[in-house]
């Protein structure tokens, strides 16, 4: 996990807001890799700092509608092996385009008001 960290996500949250951990906060999911003292020792030492979100919450990540999106586009595929399938889903994630990801996180703040509208019941997004 913290490979991906060190040389995935620091990097490119680093150039999307700059080097200064202070002005930004991480948002992950309850998976226990995230939780695991690995993760969190190392997210401390780098003073990032992850906010609490709750668990079974997907009207609140927008990386699951990304997921939706890949798998629509993979559905239409056949694979002939593992490695062809990872290829293809590299090729998709690298065509998703920039303002998706801009427009799934500046609807955050509608989401969150709709979520507290509903008390917490799924909503259509």
């Avoid at 960290?5 to 490119?12: D, E, I």
């Avoid at 559905?75 to 090729?91: E, G, P």
């Avoid at 990801?101 to 259509?124: K, P, T, W, Y």
């Amino acid at each position: 996990m913290c490979s991906i960290y060190k040389w995935g996500f620091l990097p490119t949250a680093q150039k999307q807001f700059g080097h200064d951990l202070t002005l930004w906060q991480l948002q992950e999911d309850n998976d226990p890799k995230h939780r695991s003292k690995l993760a969190t020792n190392w997210r401390e030492e780098k003073g990032i700092e992850k906010i609490d979100w709750p668990s079974m919450s997907p009207d609140l990540a927008p990386i699951e509608n990304v997921w939706q999106l890949l798998k629509m586009k993979l559905r239409k595929k056949n694979f002939m092996s593992y490695q062809s399938l990872v290829l293809a889903i590299k090729h998709e994630w690298k065509a998703l385009p920039l303002e998706l990801a801009l427009n799934l996180v500046h609807g955050m703040e509608n989401r969150i008001l709709e979520v507290i509208e509903s008390h917490g019941d799924f909503i259509l997004h």
